[in-house]
Structures are given as C-alpha cells and as structure tokens.
C-alpha cells in the first residue's frame, strides 16, 4: 500500500486529463519580455568565512543554505539544470543556481523533504558527496535511505513523522506534510514526505517542504509555536482542480504561516522552474494581496530575490523564553529519537 496522508484530499481528474489541457491551451505560455524573475549574486567569500553570524540564502526553489551555530545546512539541494532524470528533457531551470558547487561553503548537514526530482536531484547530491572535508550527513524521509545508499553514500539518518534527531548542537524533527512520492511509474508513495523543524538554542526554523494545505499545519503549531521562520511554498498551484492536494497557493501559504505560529515567512517554490500554469511571475503577487487581506506586513511574510543573504539574528524571537529545550511526544507509536550513527561527521 506504501505511505498515505494524514487527511485525504482527492484531485477532481488525474495528470492526463492535466496534460491533455495543457497542450490544448498552449500551457504554460513563456511570456514574450522573457522571465523578469529577480537574482544577485551572494557573497561568496563571506559565505564560505562565516562561522559566526546566523543567515539564509535562497539559491532558488526549496533549496536553502541555512547557517547557524557554525553549521552549514541545505534544504532539498538542487544545483542542476532541470527537474528531471533526463539531461535533455523535463522541467528546465529559468534561474540558475545562486551559487555553483565550487562556490558552496562547506555542508555539514542536508534535509530533504521528499524525492521528487525537484527536490532530490542525483547529480547535485554525488557533487555534494564529494566536497572537500568529506560528505555532509543527509537526514531523509523514511524509504529514502536505501536510493541514497544506490548512489554510493552511507553517512543517513531516516526519520518517520514526528522523530527527531540531534547533530551538531541542533535538533531536527520531520514533520507530517500533504504530498505524495514517486521517481518512476512504480514506486509511487514508497517513500515518505514531509516538513523539517530545525532547532538552535537561539533559532527556530520550519522547512515546509512540499503541500497541500491540511490540518497538519495546525497540528506543527501546536507542537512548535512559536517559529522565528518558516520556509513556505507559494507556487506550482494551477490548475487548482488538480494541485490542491498537492500544492498550496498563495493564499493557502499565508495560512500556513498562521496555522503554525510563525514570526516570519519566507516564500519559496516559485520562480526557478515552470511545473505548473500559473504564469512564474504571479505567485509573489499573490502573496501580496493574500498578506494584505490577513493584516500582516510584508516583513512578516517575504519574497527573497534568487541569491539573497539575510541575517536570522533580526528574524528571531528576542530571548526565546518561551522555549525550554523540551521535546515533543511522539506520535502514533514512533520512537521520540533517532541515533545519529557514530561515524564522524565531515
């Protein structure tokens, strides 16, 4: 049977009706100006120096450099090309990469969210196994580990809903999402999804990975809030009769930001690759009016240009007192922690 959501929730017609609609309608339509999606170029120097100061930097779709506490973490890392197995075929990249892999700071740890090729790409985790300093530890959902051992890599800690992890001064718990798995006609829901809490003494962040909306939002902030910042999807939503079960909106992301107690919001899955109908510049403007009709400022749910550094310290609960360490009970029977294996981590 493989893995299931929490809540059901079904598509009103399935992805060949989608695809029979697409090519009738001429969709996604290129616009004819070109993609005026935004991007800089990071500093490098100081993202590979920086040992001290707490930031993030989009490098584009869910991947996200994270540096807390000295440690280096990517979220669903993706510095290729295209979202597919085929070189030459598949959802294409319309910005690069912010940073090549030459130009990455050393990674320690990776969370992916789920094995979508937009979220686990082969190539971009063998360039990553084979960093200067020895490979980062990977922390995937259930029903990853053994792809990741396919490729050639050892260094994996797989987690079901709710379990929990701690490396290098931090604590990751994996979270229930609405999605689905597959990279082939065959393994469909295999392998599990989900969302990541990453905890720091001083920081709380939530990676929403990939969604539908459903009460599990609720159920993450009962648990977590309040959250310094959550990185939430708006993009990949249309048509809606077929994404809703699989994609938030825009609206729906603002939602989420409130569902789990988030101080902050940071937008992502927008802009990078053409997966769905929307036109790839609407989902930010959306946003915009979504925010405004829930009362939040702009600073409390952003849109970060493809390459941009900001600082955690100006996003973060002041003191943090409503935080003891504590860790939440499991649920459904699954152990509260997970062993980090003894190899050293490079």
């Known amino acids: 049977m493989g893995f299931r959501n929490n809540h059901r929730s079904k598509s009103r017609g399935g992805f060949w009706r989608w695809q029979w609609e697409r090519w009738r309608k001429g969709l996604p339509k290129a616009p004819k100006e070109g993609y005026l999606v935004e991007s800089i170029k990071p500093d490098v120097h100081f993202l590979t120096s920086n040992r001290s100061e707490s930031t993030i930097t989009w490098l584009g779709h869910a991947t996200f450099l994270l540096q807390i506490g000295g440690v280096n973490i990517l979220t669903d890392p993706h510095l290729t090309s295209r979202a597919s197995p ?10 690069p990469p912010a940073l090549t892999f030459h130009e990455l700071p050393h990674i320690h740890l990776v969370v992916i969210s789920h094995n979508h090729y937009d979220h686990l ?12 300093g020895g490979a980062p530890r990977f922390f995937v959902p259930l029903g990853i580990k053994s792809w990741l051992r396919g490729t050639g890599y050892a260094k994996c800690v797989e ?11 931090l604590t990751m718990h994996f979270v229930p999402a609405q999605h689905w798995s597959a990279r082939t006609p065959w393994d469909r829901n295999t392998s599990l999804w989900g969302g990541w809490i990453i905890e720091h003494e001083s920081f709380r962040f939530f990676f929403a990975g990939d969604s539908g909306y459903s009460p599990d939002f609720l159920e993450i902030g009962r648990k977590f809030a309040p959250i310094d910042l959550a990185a939430i999807p708006i993009g990949a939503y249309e048509p809606r009769w077929f994404m809703r079960a699989h994609h938030v909106n825009p609206e729906e992301a603002v939602k989420i930001h409130q569902d789990v ?3 902050h919001s940071v937008a992502m899955h927008w802009g990078t690759f053409m997966l769905s109908d929307e036109p790839v510049e609407e989902p930010p403007h959306r946003l915009a009016i979504a925010r405004r009709e829930a009362g939040l400022k702009e600073s409390e749910f952003f849109v970060m240009k493809h390459g941009e550094t900001r600082s955690l310290r100006l996003l973060r609960m002041p003191g943090r007192a409503d935080y003891d360490g504590t860790t939440p009970q499991p649920h459904n029977g699954a152990p509260d922690r997970v062993s980090v294996p003894a190899y050293k981590t490079g």
């Open 86 to 95: 085929l070189s030459f075929s598949g959802p294409k990249r319309i910005v």
């Open 121 to 132: 790409d082969r190539t971009t985790i063998r360039r990553l196994m084979k960093q200067r």
């Open 159 to 169: 987690l079901d809903w709710w379990q929990w992890v701690q490396d290098l001064g």
């Open 261 to 263: 107690g988030a101080l």
